[in-house]
């Protein structure tokens, strides 16, 4: 069964440092999609990053960057140059299946992440 | 694109009446998913509709909880006689199919939010 597990439930980081949020998962299907979200206070979820399993890169959107480790199964989030306004909530998805089928994307139970001036 | 639109915002209601959601998604998705979100915690996974057929329930879902989207395009998620466990923000997202964005990420609504009292 699929499952995302985020072990770290707050982080304190600060502004400018580089930060790294932590994403293992299980799936027994070779074809899987990877995303992470965040979720500041407002509440809104916004999308920042997507890996597919047979991604030969690790994915890359501005300050933000996929540590993709397949052997390991793990999706670990990097925020480089850290900001005020990345503090906010974290959360690894997963979807299991290729994005030709539609199939159901879990979350885990985020981090939490708080930006010090 | 207008972005996917949840009715309404806010909804209270006393313990055992029904309550209805609409989620109206970005016109082009024809994948449609609802998710549940308690404090501090992730989104966890309800139901999908790929166009008008839902595909997937979670077994966690009582037979309290439907879900419609009868013309592929707004979905609806009841819930009959209402616990106060129920309360919770209730979020809708939609996706589309390849060859759309990488990934087909999920669009997130801004959320019902229910108060059962």
């Known amino acids: 069964a699929q499952k995302i597990t985020q072990t770290q439930p707050g982080m304190f980081v600060q502004e400018k440092e580089a930060v790294t949020l932590d994403c293992t998962y299980d799936?027994?299907?070779?074809?899987?999609?990877l995303f992470w979200y965040k979720q500041p206070s407002s509440g809104e979820m916004i999308f920042l990053i997507y890996q597919g399993s047979y991604d030969q890169q690790n994915a890359t959107e501005g300050r933000y960057s996929l540590n993709f480790q397949k052997a390991r199964k793990s999706a670990n989030l990097v925020i480089s140059a850290s900001q005020l306004g990345d503090s906010a909530m974290y959360f690894c998805?997963?979807?299991?299946?290729?994005?030709?089928?539609?199939?159901?994307?879990?979350f885990g139970s985020g981090t939490r992440l708080s930006i010090r001036p | 694109d207008t972005g996917v639109s949840q009715d309404p915002r806010h909804k209270i209601t006393k313990r055992g009446q029904n309550v209805t959601f609409r989620c109206d998604p970005i016109s082009e998705h024809n994948r449609l998913y609802w998710y549940r979100q308690t404090l501090g915690q992730g989104p966890e996974f309800l139901t999908y509709?790929?166009?008008?057929?839902?595909?997937?329930k979670s077994r966690l879902l009582s037979d309290r909880f439907s879900a419609e989207r009868p013309k592929g395009s707004f979905s609806t998620l009841e819930i009959q006689r209402t616990e106060q466990g129920d309360s919770a923000m209730y979020l809708c997202?939609?996706?589309?199919?390849?060859?759309?964005?990488?990934?087909?990420?999920?669009?997130f609504g801004n959320g019902t939010r229910l108060t059962v009292t």
């Open positions: 998805a997963m979807r299991e299946g290729p994005r030709s089928s539609a199939s159901k994307i879990i």
């Open positions: 799936t027994s299907d070779p074809s899987y999609g």
């Open positions: 509709f790929q166009n008008e057929a839902q595909l997937e």
């Open positions: 997202a939609s996706s589309s199919e390849p060859p759309g964005q990488a990934g087909s990420p999920l669009h």
